[in-house]
């Protein structure tokens, strides 16, 4: 932590210097967490035009957590109205005003925020138009607690400048089809991942895919669309269809229940007489549920698995697969990692018997009962899943 002189002016060097270059911005939000000594910072547009997440960027952000919380959690937090409901400038400390309870009972505190140690957070709205509202954010863990009072009155210097900057260069923190949130997200992802309207076309592929595409024959993309070996390209095209009409259905009777992504499906993909196979997992997409962040129109996130070049456990195939929640994805890659269930919660910061608790969860969504039987499973993942 320094919350010194030079400290301050250096960050005020930065913040004026990322208005005029807005590729810089991420500098600064390390910087700043630096300076602060926090666990993360997270700055988020809402693009009031289109009432789409415009901008999602900070330092030490785990992909993983922003996921999630745009498919799973972003509805259920209490947070955001508090924030948005007071004025530019305005601190909101979350645990003086969000009860222990909630924090106790919600899924976004248990399966996300706590697993992911962001306990406390204390956030502002920097710009509110009617262009776009930007959120400031700061995270600190369970053991670091609150935002101390030095560091609040340090913020309190940096903020007016913060404000200024992000309405000089506010354009970039608005919607924009060339650099939408969702896409930013899956670049980070080790995971191959494409992006790909219902009907097949390819809209994105972040870098894992792209190594995947040279790797195999069996996926590959040709004047835009994907192709996979029949029947199963059309076996997945019929099923996306079906997801979408089942989607826009929802849309029409239940806007709020239809908002979230569908569960993933999933298809081994392979070709007669041959040994090679890559399994993908597949999900559509609603804008409302996304918030606009991978476009304005569905869109079907497909999640590869290529056992010849498989990187290491991947907690997103294991929410993919099994839908366990972040905590339950990371207990089940340090066991695999050849952690001991104590081992586990001194890397966590949990205690014993809520590890164990979240191992039954576990045990009970792969169908499991014992620790070598997951660890098995976790090892040899796509030929026991069980997979369409």
């Not at 960050?11 to 911005?25: F, G, Q, S």
């Not at 097949?200 to 590959?220: M, P």
Request: net charge negative.
């Amino acid at each position: 932590m320094d919350l010194s002189e030079s400290s301050l002016h250096r960050l005020l060097d930065l913040i004026y210097d990322a208005a005029e270059h807005p590729t810089r911005w991420h500098g600064v939000y390390e910087a700043m967490r630096s300076a602060l000594g926090v666990k993360s910072i997270h700055v988020l547009g809402i693009d009031r035009r289109h009432a789409t997440l415009s901008y999602s960027d900070g330092a030490n952000l785990p992909v993983e957590g922003e996921l999630a919380y745009m498919q799973r959690y972003r509805l259920d937090d209490p947070r955001l109205p508090m924030i948005l409901g007071k004025p530019v400038g305005e601190w909101t400390h979350c645990h003086e005003e969000v009860p222990q309870e909630m924090v106790d009972t919600l899924p976004l505190y248990q399966e996300l925020l706590l697993p992911y140690d962001r306990r406390y957070l204390s956030a502002c709205t920097l710009v509110d138009t009617p262009e776009a509202a930007i959120i400031f954010s700061i995270h600190r863990g369970a053991a670091e607690g609150p935002l101390p009072p030095g560091t609040v009155a340090f913020l309190d210097r940096l903020m007016p400048h913060l404000r200024r900057a992000v309405r000089i260069g506010l354009r970039n923190f608005i919607y924009s089809t060339q650099a939408l949130v969702g896409h930013l997200l899956v670049n980070k992802l080790r995971q191959p991942v494409i992006l790909a309207s219902p009907e097949g076309e390819v809209v994105h592929t972040n870098d894992a895919a792209q190594e995947l595409l040279r790797t195999t024959r069996l996926v590959s993309v040709e004047d835009g669309l994907l192709r996979l070996p029949e029947p199963h390209l059309q076996e997945l095209l019929r099923r996306c269809a079906a997801m979408e009409q089942s989607l826009k259905a929802a849309d029409a009777h239940d806007a709020a229940g239809a908002a979230l992504a569908g569960d993933f499906h999933s298809l081994r993909v392979a070709q007669p007489g041959q040994d090679e196979s890559v399994y993908a997992f597949f999900t559509v997409l609603s804008p409302q549920g996304a918030m606009g962040t991978f476009g304005l129109r569905p869109v079907v996130m497909l999640l590869f698995y290529h056992p010849q070049s498989a990187p290491a456990i991947d907690g997103n195939l294991l929410y993919a697969v099994f839908g366990l929640t972040p905590a339950e994805a990371r207990i089940a890659t340090l066991l695999a990692e050849g952690l001991s269930l104590k081992q586990i919660a001194q890397v966590q910061g949990t205690q014993h018997d809520t590890v164990r608790k979240q191992l039954r969860a576990i045990y009970q969504k792969t169908a499991t009962n014992r620790q070598p039987e997951l660890v098995r499973l976790l090892l040899h993942l796509p030929h026991n899943a069980a997979l369409a």
